[in-house]
């Protein structure tokens, strides 16, 4: 189980975003859906330990995160993190088979590679760069990247922006099929995906922003 505790970010401009407590179980799926700017892939990067807070603390299982060494932050989301992002964040020249294989680099267990890209609709294009791919194309290898390693946490930003409903929805379908006893969230714009998840969070009502003077104040 994940859960926050006063949890803030200030960037350098001085902008804070407070986040109330939250809480997410292991088993459960959750949507995260919010304006745009609301501070939504904030809070995955919070939750990745790939930004750190400035005020509060992300609890896993019980254990404060808040003395971890950014070297600490980054073996524990390599072990235990699939991380699904706005952008993918792949490499455009390598092909499909070898995004994934880089991950052997890390110790990540990749023999399940091909039945893995089979189930996502993607196994023939597994000797492709993936330049040559289509935006729903990188998606799904973008998936299959956080999904080899049976991560405890998944965090997907968007991970159907790119697809029409039908492809979203079984997108979708996949990640709650493949989440096994972990976690996973999920940010979406999409509402007509909620029904598919656990728990529906609406970050608006969530994320408070603290600007300028008050934010400095607080600093
Ligand atoms: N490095 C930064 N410096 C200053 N402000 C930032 C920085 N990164 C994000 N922000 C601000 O924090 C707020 C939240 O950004 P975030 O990317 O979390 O939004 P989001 O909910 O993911 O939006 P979207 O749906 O458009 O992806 C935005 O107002 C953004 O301008
Ligand atoms: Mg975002």
Same mark, same amino acid.
Request: with cysteine.
């Given at each position: 189980?994940?859960?926050?505790?006063?949890?803030?970010?200030?960037?350098?401009?001085?902008?804070?975003?407070?986040?109330?407590?939250?809480?997410?179980?292991?088993?459960?799926?959750?949507a995260?859906? $919010? %304006?745009?700017?609301? $501070?939504?892939?904030?809070?995955?990067?919070?939750?990745?330990?790939?930004?750190?807070?400035? =005020?509060?603390?992300?609890?896993?299982?019980?254990?404060?995160?808040?003395?971890?060494?950014? @070297?600490?932050?980054?073996?524990?989301?390599?072990?235990?993190?699939?991380?699904? *992002?706005?952008? *993918?964040?792949?490499?455009?020249?390598?092909?499909?088979?070898?995004?994934?294989?880089?991950?052997?680099?890390? $110790?990540?267990?990749?023999?399940?590679?091909?039945?893995?890209?089979?189930?996502?609709?993607?196994?023939?294009? @597994?000797?492709?760069?993936?330049?040559?791919?289509?935006?729903?194309? @990188?998606?799904?290898?973008?998936?299959?990247? %956080?999904?080899?390693?049976?991560?405890?946490?998944?965090?997907?930003? =968007?991970?159907?922006?790119?697809?029409? *409903? =039908?492809?979203?929805?079984?997108?979708? %379908?996949?990640?709650? =099929?493949?989440?096994?006893?972990?976690?996973?969230?999920?940010?979406?714009?999409?509402?007509?995906?909620a029904?598919?998840?656990?728990c529906v969070?609406?970050?608006?009502?969530?994320?408070?922003?603290?600007? $300028?003077?008050?934010?400095?104040?607080?600093?």
């Open positions: 189980m994940i859960t926050t505790q006063d949890l803030r970010m200030r960037f350098s401009d001085g902008t804070a975003i407070r986040y109330d407590d939250l809480r997410f179980e292991d088993g459960k799926s959750y995260l859906l $919010g %304006a745009s700017g609301c $501070g939504k892939t904030t809070l995955l990067n919070l939750l990745a330990g790939i930004l750190i807070p400035a =005020e509060g603390d992300i609890q896993i299982d019980g254990q404060s995160t808040s003395g971890w060494t950014q @070297k600490a932050r980054d073996a524990y989301r390599i072990a235990h993190i699939g991380c699904i *992002f706005q952008d *993918f964040k792949l490499l455009e020249e390598m092909t499909v088979a070898d995004n994934i294989n880089l991950l052997r680099l890390e $110790g990540v267990d990749v023999s399940g590679m091909d039945a893995l890209l089979d189930r996502l609709g993607i196994l023939r294009l @597994k000797r492709r760069r993936v330049r040559r791919l289509s935006g729903g194309e @990188k998606q799904r290898v973008a998936i299959a990247r %956080a999904l080899i390693k049976r991560p405890a946490l998944i965090l997907a930003d =968007e991970p159907t922006g790119n697809l029409n *409903f =039908e492809t979203g929805e079984a997108v979708v %379908a996949q990640l709650i =099929e493949n989440m096994g006893s972990g976690t996973l969230i999920t940010v979406t714009h999409d509402d007509r995906l029904p598919r998840f656990n969070m609406d970050m608006n009502a969530v994320a408070h922003f603290e600007f $300028g003077r008050e934010a400095d104040a607080r600093a």
